[in-house]
C-alpha cells in the first residue's frame, strides 16, 4: 500500500504554511521544516529570544489526524495548517518557557510533553515533586536543583535546602 501524502509533499506544505507572515503568531520566524527520521521539525525563532528551537511532530500514514485537534485531516495542507495552529497555541501560551528541552546540533528542541523548572527532592539526584502553584512544598530538608540550557551552554545549580518557612 503507498502512502497517498508523499513525504516530500507534506515537508512543502507545512515549509508553505509557515512561511506566510502571521501563519503562526507575532514573534514567530520560521527557520525551516526539516525531516528527522520519520519525524518533521520545525525550526524557528521565537520574539527577541537568542536561542533556536524546535518543535518534532511525527509524520503519519493517511488518514493522519490532526497535531492539534486529534481529529482525521483529509490532505497534506490540512495537516501543515493544523501544525501552524498547534504552534499558535502552544507559543501563545508560554511553550518555550514551560516545555521541556535538548540541545541538539545547535538547536533546542522543546517537548511540549514535558516540563521544566525546578525541583524539591530528598536527596541529590533523587527523584523530586515540582512545587504547584497553588501552593509551596514544604520539606525540612532537601535539595533544589535548577537547571538552564542554551545554546552556548548548559547551567546547573544545585543548593542545599535547610527549611521552609511554614
Known sequence: MT??????????????????PGAVAEGFHGLGVEPRGGDLLVVFRWRRDPNTYGVRFVLL??????????LPVQSAHDWASDVAGWL????????????GRREVAGVV????????GWEVTDQPGGVGRRPTRKGSQRCQRGTLAITTVTPARTTAITAELISTPE
Open 3 to 20: 502512502d497517498p501524502w508523499a513525504r516530500a509533499s507534506t515537508l512543502a506544505a507545512v515549509r508553505s504554511e509557515l512561511s506566510r
Open 61 to 70: 500514514a493517511s488518514p493522519a489526524a490532526s497535531p492539534w485537534t486529534g
Open 88 to 99: 499558535m497555541e502552544q507559543l501563545e501560551s508560554a511553550l518555550v518557557r514551560r516545555a
Open 109 to 116: 528542541e522543546l517537548d511540549s510533553d514535558g516540563q521544566r
